[in-house]
């Protein structure tokens, strides 16, 4: 089961439903909701080659964008690793180096500074046109991808075995 795919089930039964509150001004219902992580999660994959079991680091303040980008992780088959927006930038840049993330995504793309991420990591920012451009590009409304654990390297828990039911007594 993938987490994303409760977003797309509550989209499809009350798209017009708020979803998303900036304080008491409502951001998103719903489908808007939907609609962006789904556009994110396709331009995650085609624009940033995001594969299942990749890692997503997230190092901002509490913000709709970032429960945009989580959806949007895990419609791509990405996890995210959230890092608390109060360590020093050295502290993050650590965390999204240990948990081998391939992008962090903050506020405008700058806030780990100087601080040099791993080989193969990039910053981008929520606060940018890029990002913006990244929402706008939804091509289809595509279901959440279905993970089973062979799309996480380095799992070693084996499936549970399906059970036939009982016949009633």
């Avoid at 009350?14 to 979803?19: E, K, S, Y």
């Avoid at 046109?129 to 990244?134: E, I, L």
Wanted: charged share 15%; net charge neutral.
């Amino acid at each position: 089961m993938n987490i994303a795919q409760w977003l797309y089930a509550r989209a499809r039964l009350t798209p017009d439903a708020p979803a998303l509150f900036q304080g008491s001004t409502l951001v998103a219902d719903y489908g808007q909701f939907v609609a962006q992580a789904c556009a994110l999660a396709q331009s995650l994959k085609r624009d940033h080659g995001i594969q299942p079991g990749d890692r997503i680091a997230l190092y901002m303040p509490n913000r709709t964008e970032l429960l945009v980008l989580m959806y949007a992780a895990w419609w791509a088959g990405a996890a995210v690793v959230p890092i608390n927006y109060k360590l020093h930038a050295k502290e993050a840049a650590w965390i999204a180096d240990n948990a081998q993330a391939t992008l962090v995504f903050t506020d405008d793309g700058r806030s780990l500074g100087d601080v040099s991420l791993p080989p193969g990591c990039r910053e981008l920012g929520v606060d940018t046109a890029a990002f913006a451009s990244m929402l706008a590009g939804a091509q289809a409304l595509m279901p959440p991808m279905a993970l089973g654990l062979a799309h996480w390297p380095g799992c070693s828990i084996p499936p549970v075995p399906r059970v036939a039911p009982r016949a009633s007594c």
